[in-house]
């Protein structure tokens, strides 16, 4: 080859069969290396040789986005006013939403729909929404409690933590930096005291003094700026075991100004005590001033009455660690909460590690001994288990839905169905397999399943209805039951 | 070959990437008949020019007819310049040509952004003005024809092209027209009237540069923004202060090696066709300062803008001495960010460096004095690491996509720096922290490294380099993805 060029078309033609010729002789379009967690992929032929444009709009998820107009300024007020769902209108398929029979004809959300039936004008009643960065920092959580207390009175907006690694949706806050805090996913308490959120805060300086060496006085600060429209009328302390009383200085931070000392008691188990904090404070600042190790799990920032959503978030968990916290604690604060519905929303961590069917099987009795857990720890209350949403993997050069995200959704909606639990299908609900491309091309999600705003708002907006899809089914029943009675 | 046919004509979905099967294809094709006719320069040029159409139409749909026409009118114009004799009549010409470049330019590219500046975008809101599509690499190529007409002006050039194909053809080289390196016409117009022995050398570094420079794109920047970077950017508050700061490093080595390995493919294809392209960076991070930076990143841009507008600035404002000399640093940082895009983040992006120059500039004799009294190693690499610093910060308001989003990162860095996530974030991204580390590792090599795997790679026969490029295909494909990201410059 004297002309230098032939050698470049050489080079491209061979380099051309080589790669045809590896898309046609590899059995497999991937080798499984080292036990299923890394594959060596190989370019298909269908790659080579497929020149069309392929659309990757998921046709379910384009029906779902047309139902909402998510244009700015967004109307929030506007956006909740839905058709008013009418007594026995007809159940939502299974395939979206299972609420099984727990025996006697009674339902898994009864308890919860009884609650909210005969909820009265003095009571809250509380909802604890757990998950991992789904629900970060108040997401999700802040749209769902906007349907309920839009339907049912409230306001305020539930817990809040003292720190977090991520900032809040519904207030600016800045805290000292002598928090420590523990969580049951990666960074263990000392014992199993945990918060209902599977957090404690300890203040740095004051944890020796609980082990009975000395006594070191420490002084944390948290300031709080919620955003315009956060209303609530009281701010609560939730806090755990503490040697000795502490105390709270509570400033009006817009005016530099203190409003309240408030000192509060000692205790081997758990309080909730409120703060003598005037209503809708814009600005606040707290000081907490220990002199033992006092084990505080938030604040809880709620209205008079009606509901609350309590946001319980752990970035990168998969919901198995809340079986580190004591049943019986647990079972005490949820009790004293007035929680009555149990939201769990997990699995988004464990979808890139599930392989097979055993691994799914594994899954399954991971998350029925984890639904056991908090029927074990308050019998009184309904759990509502939300299946993990669809995400994106790259795989052979495409982008997909994980292959084995229906088997993972199908094993959580088994453990729900066996441990008496409803079960709401968001993988379904997003528009199924390799739904996510849509989400994520309208600015509704990123490719790895975390909702962007709007998205939030949608994905609040459909399971809410679902579940009052389900509220009036439970209603219906109830006027016939009233009527059977009335006629015997 | 299912739907090649269709293929092959413009889909807005799916414009035609260097990446793609499709391109490969394309290239194989014309470099059948590229091989054949090369040594005759008529045939050649022809046949360059009607791939680099067809590149652009493949691009960019429609808008090849607004190339043509800058080229043409700027073909036009050039011969004017050069045979009238009256000053104020080039002069004239010189503003009309300007007029028309940047008119397209400020049109497509800025239209909507001074609307919005000016608050009237509502009005326009559903009228076409708000429906404009930027044209990809026009930021580029009208550069380029500008870069024509300035040197026929200041006479660096010393008589017009003649002939019109080949003209158009050095506005429309199909390896540099999408995101440069800005060619100037005295670089690349005689290359086009030249004939080309190329070389077994040539080839070798060629395909050498398409490897480096895929490996550079998808392994480190492509890995880099899907895994890790695109999430942090996206919703800054979500993350902690050391995530934001990591993805901040990171953003800075995946926006060099995006541009790098970009350039890296087109020097390499422009090498296989016997083209010499001047190069965009020279290890950019062992800047010891940032007017030393400029002179390593965007070197073709940097070149233009001392060209065209920091040297005739600095003469005009001259009487203001130092003050003079600063005011045509921050005028041409301010338009130079501006050229990256309708944005305030990359407004203030080009002012920050621009500031940053402007200090060099003033604290200058002080820095000499310094240098002379203190350790000289210590003075170069505490230089080099806190131009890093700069650089990473900087480059915050380069990738963020709103201004807020950008200052909210700032804010997170400073005020929520949680060193205690520190080992679970390496435990979760192990692997983006691993091809950061090496994006930054293999920036700091010695070049003579570099150069002689290049030399080792030119020695090799032909089947060894298909083996080897085969290799790297199969290496970079375990990471990529299908919707493998844009090259960032493409947007300029």
């Known amino acids: ?488 | 070959m299912t739907g090649f046919f269709e293929s092959l004509t413009y889909n807005n979905l799916n414009p035609l990437k260097f990446h793609s099967v499709l391109f490969f294809v394309l290239f194989t094709l014309f470099y059948l008949f590229y091989a054949f006719v090369y040594k005759n320069i008529r045939l050649r040029n022809v046949l360059l020019l009607l791939f680099s159409l067809y590149f652009y139409y493949k691009v960019s749909g429609l808008f090849v007819f607004i190339l043509i026409l800058t080229a043409t009118v700027d073909y036009f114009v050039g011969f004017w310049i050069y045979y009238l004799e009256s000053l104020w009549k080039k002069r004239f010409l010189l503003i009309l040509s300007l007029t028309v470049n940047l008119g397209y330019l400020f049109y497509y590219k800025y239209a909507t952004f001074l609307m919005h500046i000016f608050g009237v975008k509502e009005i326009f809101a559903d009228t076409f003005i708000d429906k404009i599509l930027f044209p990809i690499g026009m930021s580029f190529f009208v550069f380029k024809s500008l870069t024509y007409i300035f040197d026929i002006y200041r006479k660096t050039i010393d008589i017009p092209e003649y002939n019109y194909i080949n003209y158009l053809l050095y506005v429309s080289f199909f390896p540099n027209i999408l995101a440069g390196p800005i060619s100037k016409a005295r670089d690349l117009l005689p290359q086009l009237k030249a004939k080309h022995d190329i070389t077994e050398d040539e080839i070798g570094r060629g395909i050498f540069l398409i490897m480096s420079g895929a490996i550079k794109k998808f392994f480190i920047a492509d890995f880099l923004a899907i895994n890790f970077i695109d999430r942090i950017f996206d919703s800054p508050s979500l993350f902690g202060g050391f995530e934001n700061l990591m993805a901040a490093f990171g953003a800075l080595i995946q926006i060099y090696c995006d541009f790098s390995g970009y350039t890296d493919i087109v020097i390499g294809l422009a090498c296989l066709m016997g083209f010499t392209i001047k190069p965009n960076f020279n290890k950019p991070f062992l800047s010891q300062n940032i007017t030393e930076f400029w002179r390593r990143w965007h070197m073709t841009l940097s070149s233009w803008m001392s060209d065209y507008l920091f040297y005739p600035l600095s003469y005009f404002f001259r009487r203001l001495k130092m003050i003079g000399v600063i005011l045509a640093v921050l005028i041409t940082f301010f338009i130079s960010g501006l050229w990256h895009g309708a944005n305030w983040t990359f407004v203030l992006w080009g002012c920050s460096h621009g500031f940053a120059i402007a200090f060099e500039t003033w604290t200058k004799n002080l820095r000499y004095k310094i240098f002379g009294k203190i350790n000289q190693r210590f003075y170069k690499i505490s230089s080099i690491i806190i131009t890093l610093n700069f650089l990473v910060f900087t480059i915050i308001l380069f990738r963020a996509s709103d201004i807020n989003k950008a200052f909210e990162m700032y804010k997170i860095i400073f005020t929520r720096f949680d060193v205690s996530i520190i080992s679970n974030w390496i435990h979760v991204y192990f692997y983006p922290l691993l091809v950061l580390l090496l994006g930054y590792i293999l920036h700091f090599l010695p070049q003579k490294l570099n150069d002689n795997l290049t030399l080792k790679f030119i020695s090799l026969p032909w089947i060894l380099k298909s083996v080897i490029f085969f290799i790297v295909i199969v290496i970079i494909y375990q990471t990529f993805s299908s919707e493998a990201l844009p090259f960032v410059y493409l947007e300029f």
């Open chain 1, 1 to 488: 080859m004297k002309n230098p060029l032939v050698k470049v078309l050489a080079i491209l033609f061979f380099l051309e069969i080589l790669l045809f010729a590896t898309s046609l002789l590899m059995p497999l379009p991937e080798l499984n290396l080292n036990g299923n967690k890394f594959f060596f992929r190989f370019i298909s032929s269908d790659e080579l040789f497929d020149f069309r444009f392929k659309v990757k709009e998921n046709a379910t998820a384009e029906k779902l986005f047309t139902n909402y107009s998510l244009n700015q300024p967004f109307d929030f007020t506007a956006f909740f006013k839905r058709k008013p769902l009418c007594f026995g209108e007809k159940k939502i398929s299974e395939t979206y939403f299972l609420n099984p029979d727990i025996g006697n004809g009674v339902l898994a959300l009864d308890k919860f729909f009884n609650a909210l039936y005969t909820l009265n004008d003095t009571t809250t009643l509380r909802i604890a929404h757990y998950g991992d960065s789904q629900l970060e920092g108040d997401r999700l959580t802040c749209c769902l409690r906007t349907c309920f207390q839009h339907e049912f009175g409230g306001s305020g907006i539930g817990y809040v933590p003292f720190t977090d690694i991520t900032s809040h949706t519904q207030l600016n806050r800045n805290y000292s930096a002598n928090w420590i805090r523990y969580n049951v996913f990666n960074s263990p308490f000392r014992n199993n005291f945990y918060g209902a959120s599977g957090i404690v805060f300890n203040i740095l300086g004051s944890t020796f003094g609980h082990q009975g060496m000395t006594a070191v006085p420490a002084t944390a600060t948290v300031s709080f700026d919620f955003n315009p429209g956060v209303v609530y009328d009281h701010i609560s302390i939730f806090y755990g075991k503490t040697a000795r009383p502490f105390r709270i200085i509570s400033n009006d931070d817009s005016l530099s100004k203190k409003i309240a000392e408030d000192t509060f008691p000692a205790t081997d188990s758990f309080f909730i005590k409120r703060l003598r904090v005037p209503s809708n404070l814009k600005k606040l600042k707290f000081e907490l001033l220990t002199s033992s190790s006092t084990d505080l799990f938030g604040f809880l920032i709620d209205g008079k009455k009606g509901i609350q959503v309590d946001n319980y978030s752990i970035r990168g968990h998969s919901g198995d660690r809340l079986l580190n916290i004591n049943t019986e604690y647990l079972g005490k604060q949820l009790k004293s909460l007035n929680t009555r519905l149990v939201i769990l929303q997990f699995g988004a961590n464990v979808v890139p590690y599930i392989y097979s069917d055993a691994d799914c099987k594994m899954l399954e009795a991971l998350f029925y001994k984890l639904f056991m857990k908090f029927k074990e720890a308050n019998p009184d209350i309904s759990i509502l288990v939300i299946g993990a949403g669809d995400m994106i993997n790259i795989k052979n050069g495409q982008e997909t839905s994980y292959p084995m995200l229906p088997k993972i959704r199908d094993a959580q909606k088994n453990a729900a169905r066996k441990a008496g639990c409803a079960f709401w299908d968001l993988f379904d609900a997003m528009g199924g397999k390799n739904s996510i491309s849509s989400w994520a091309a309208k600015g509704y999600a990123s490719k790895n399943g975390h909702f962007y705003p709007p998205g939030q708002l949608i994905v609040a907006n459909e399971l809410y209805s679902a579940i009052m899809a389900e509220y009036h089914m439970y209603l219906f029943k109830q006027r016939e039951n009233n009527l059977a009675s009335k006629t015997k």
